[in-house]
């Protein structure tokens, strides 16, 4: 087995076992699949090629997240049509009792996702849908672990707000 | 709302899709249980394609690179013999042999450095065979360390007596009488000047401090290389002998290997290979 066999096998033992939450975190980001699954190719393409700049093992969670933050980020900053939302969380709580939130889908979540600041977007969906760990994300995105999870409480709350304001848009489009 | 900014209140230990928004959790778990855009088995037929092109590509370039440089050096080497004999051929028994010495000082007094090269040149002008004069009467005298070239002419006038030290940097030292001039009056002695470079046959070199220079270059040159071959450590005293047929360290006959890379080092940073006869000698 010459060299070149040799790195792409252990690329793809690294891999395979991040393939999922790779792909979980560029798909609930970009929600069209086709364009899913390009970034995850290049992501991996890219990756792959430059492999030989991973020194241990470990390090390869980071640095293919790396990668696919990175792609990721310039899509949308590309398709980028909203301003980035301005939240009080101090508002009052939402009132979740009347049934109404149930109306809302995964693509309102979305859609509410990338209304929020990269800041908070980025921990929040490593964590709540690529299985991070806070000391991955303090890791990957150099903060420390207490930042974080005060990133990720407050973009919880933010996401929760933002999803209210679709269900508000909605019923106010419906009512016209 | 409040249960979330309890949790951060509380230090809670946060865990994935317990957000205490019903709702949000609903969405999340649904989102967490889409399924994939690309499947890990698709996914990984990709990577195998990948491989044998980008991947190949890769590979055979770094090879073809390393390919030429050694062919390259080799070539070089190869060449180099095969020039000189042909002009040894044309110009039988008509060279000359010059040495000079170049001392190298550092920041520090310590780190001087004397290069030797020995050169063997054909095609000789009657010139320049004038100027071996003084380089020779150099040569022999012991004492001189560093040789380079100077000589001195008296030049007599009605006034007095003109002593002009020159080489082929240019005028090193004016003496008008016993006096020294200062570089800014030598333009006063410009007739002087000419007559002395005439009469010695140096031609003025304005290129001399540069070349210098690319001697010092290639010392370091060959230092680096022998730091990176690890045949040298850092402060390690050296004397190093390089000919075409063997380079000797401290001593030391080094390998065929080694001695071939020290002269692809001579020929990367000169432009040109190092003549049969050629002699390099670096010493600390």
Known sequence: MNSGEERHKKFLELYSPLHDRLTRFVQVLIWDREEVRDIVSETTLTALEQFGKVQHPDAFLYYLFTIARRKVNLYITRKQRFVPMEIDINNEPIDYSNGAFELLNTKDLNTALLKLPEIYREPLVLFELSGFSIKEISGLLTISENGIKSRLVRARIMLSKQLEGELHERNAKTAS | ?284
Not at chain 2, 27 to 40: C, W
């Open chain 2, 1 to 284: 709302m409040k249960e979330m900014q309890k949790q951060q209140v509380e230090g809670e230990e946060l865990e994935p899709r317990n957000t205490g928004n019903v709702q949000l959790d609903r969405l999340l778990n649904e989102a967490s249980a889409m399924p994939l855009a690309i499947s890990s088995e698709e996914m990984l037929r990709l990577i195998p394609k990948a491989n044998t092109s980008a991947f190949n590509h890769l590979s055979n370039l770094k090879w073809i690179i390393t390919g030429s440089i050694i062919l390259t050096g080799i070539v070089l080497y190869l060449i180099s013999p095969f020039k000189k004999e042909n002009s040894e051929e044309k110009n039988k028994g008509s060279y000359r042999q010059s040495t000079e010495n170049i001392s190298q000082n550092g920041s520090q007094a310590e780190d001087k450095v004397a290069v030797t090269i020995a050169q063997k040149q054909s095609n000789i002008s009657s010139n320049e065979q004038k100027v071996i004069q003084p380089i020779k009467s150099a040569i022999s005298n012991k004492n001189s360390i560093y040789l380079d070239g100077t000589t001195t002419v008296l030049l007599t006038h009605d006034d007095g007596v003109v002593s002009i030290e020159l080489n082929k940097s240019g005028v090193k030292k004016i003496i008008d009488s016993g006096v020294i001039v200062s570089q800014e009056n030598y333009s006063d002695y410009r007739t002087d000047i000419e007559k002395a470079f005439a009469q010695t046959g140096i031609k003025y070199n304005s290129s001399n401090q540069k070349s210098k220079s690319k001697q010092e270059e290639l010392a370091e040159a060959i230092i680096r290389g022998l730091h990176n071959e690890n045949l040298l450590l850092d402060g390690e005293s050296y004397d190093l002998s390089l000919t075409n047929k063997e380079a000797i360290l401290n001593g030391k006959l080094l390998s065929e290997e080694s001695k071939l890379r020290m002269l692809t080092i001579v020929a990367q940073t000169t432009g040109k290979t190092l003549p049969n006869d050629g002699k390099i000698h670096i010493r600390h």
